[in-house]
């Protein structure tokens, strides 16, 4: 079964700081996706990006840059220099794509970022 | 490009009463999520449709709950009769195929049942 543990409920920050967003995930698929998207105080959920399990290089977007590592199962997200729009709650995702589970993203808890001016 | 649409943005309705939730997926996705979230599960998949059809309801909570998807364009998550404990954000979601499996998600529905 599919599993994404987000250990980190709440994190509290100081505008400019960088922030690091834990996320490990368990499966037995050889293929899947992970994923993060935000969700921001007006409650809507935003695609941040896409990662499948072939390719582990990082990406590096603006001031966001994830870390794909699949010896340790972990997908953690950086905000460098942290603005206060930055404040919203993250979720961590995986998608498998095989048997029952195909289709199907599996979230984490979410992680509550507050980033302070 | 609209996005995944939703309907009502919030609803608050009384203990029995029954609730319709729309959604309208971006035009050319062959697949059609219900979430749910609540503070105590977090998100949860209800229900999905690929090309209209119902796929996988195992995540519907109970009969009171019911989806349709009469066309590409709209579906409807039913809750009837409604209870307190259906309060949550209700997401409507959707992708295409060959997507890497990346789904869209509506603005959510904010449901409370007093």
């Known amino acids: 079964a599919q599993k994404v543990t987000q250990a980190q409920t709440e994190i509290s920050v100081v505008e400019k700081e960088d922030v690091t967003l834990d996320c490990v995930y368990e499966t037995r698929d050889t293929t899947y996706y992970l994923f993060w998207y935000k969700q921001p105080p007006s409650g809507e959920l935003v695609f941040l990006i896409r990662?499948?399990?072939?390719?582990?290089q990082n990406e590096i977007s603006g001031r966001y840059s994830w870390n794909f590592q699949k010896s340790t199962s972990s997908f953690n997200f950086t905000i460098t220099a942290s603005q206060v729009v930055d404040s919203a709650v993250y979720f961590c995702?995986?998608?498998?794509?095989?048997?029952?589970?195909?289709?199907?993203?599996?979230f984490g808890k979410g992680t509550l970022l507050t980033v302070n001016p | 490009d609209a996005g995944v649409i939703q309907s009502p943005r919030h609803e608050v309705t009384e203990m029995g009463q029954e609730v319709t939730l729309r959604c309208k997926p971006i035009s050319g996705h062959d697949y059609l999520f219900w979430y749910r979230q609540t503070m105590m599960r977090g998100l949860e998949l209800l229900i999905y449709?690929?090309?209209?059809?119902?796929?996988?309801d195992s995540g519907m909570p109970e009969d009171r709950f019911s989806a349709k998807m009469p066309n590409a364009s709209f579906s409807t998550l039913k809750i009837q009769p409604s209870e307190p404990r259906d309060s949550a954000v209700y997401f409507c979601a959707s992708r295409q195929m060959n997507s890497g499996n990346t789904i869209y998600f509506g603005e959510g529905s904010w449901l409370t049942v007093v």
């Open positions: 449709f690929n090309n209209n059809v119902p796929i996988d």
């Open positions: 995702a995986l998608s498998e794509t095989s048997g029952g589970s195909n289709y199907k993203l599996t």
């Open positions: 990662r499948n399990s072939f390719d582990e």
